[in-house]
């Protein structure tokens, strides 16, 4: 009986062994699996640590290129702002010009308009003149004749001096109408450069500024 009772611990000794030995080598496995889970996940970490790395690296070098390129737009919109500031002053110079020369072509003519009714009250006194000259006698005539002749020159002379106002007359309106399409010109080209300067600094916010 004791040896029957003796068999059957050892039986049971076995089991428990075996089971216990059973349940050791799948822990054993369960370690191995999730060892080399982590084995992989460890690499896939270091793959996307790698790829983290190089794109720092490389969104820092963008970020060093961006910088330098704004110090030089920055620069550059200091240049077009200063050469701005200078094209305006031009407009206002050529804009006071431009009213100086209004100014003259008003006196010219004023002038032209004063020398043509002096023109017309000569001529209008000529042809009474030559109606009364007419009607004088013929003793009369020489002395009649020579004023005739001095005011045929003073008419004539009249004529050429309104004919080289008229002319420059014509040339300060041409240089006029010249100027005032320059200002027009050089006002739009400023706008768009104004225009070009603002989208530019909207653009440099929004690279310092991203969202």
């Not at 068999?7 to 080399?36: M, N, P, T, W, Y």
Request: aromatic share 6%.
């Amino acid at each position: 009986m004791a040896a029957t009772d003796s068999q059957k611990q050892l039986f049971s000794l076995i089991r428990d062994f075996v089971a216990e030995k059973s349940h050791g080598e799948r822990r054993v496995f369960s370690l191995k699996k999730r060892i080399e889970e982590l084995e992989s996940e460890l690499d896939v970490a270091n793959t996307e640590l790698g790829n983290g790395k190089r794109f720092k690296e490389t969104t820092d070098q963008e970020l060093k290129g961006f910088e330098v390129e704004l110090s030089m737009n920055e620069s550059s919109n200091q240049t077009l702002e200063a050469r701005i500031a200078s094209i305006q002053d031009e407009i206002s110079k050529v804009g006071s010009d431009v009213d100086i020369l209004k100014n003259e072509e008003a006196t010219l003519r004023d002038e032209f308009i004063n020398q043509m009714f002096q023109f017309k009250t000569e001529i209008r006194k000529f042809k009474e003149f030559s109606l009364s000259n007419q009607q004088q006698t013929s003793c009369q005539k020489t002395s009649s004749d020579a004023e005739l002749i001095d005011l045929e020159k003073k008419v004539s002379f009249m004529v050429a001096q309104t004919d080289t106002e008229e002319e420059e007359r014509d040339r300060e309106q041409n240089l006029h109408n010249l100027l005032q399409q320059d200002v027009v010109v050089l006002s739009r080209r400023l706008e768009l450069i104004e225009t070009i300067m603002k989208d530019m600094k909207e653009l440099q916010n929004l690279t310092k500024y991203p969202c």
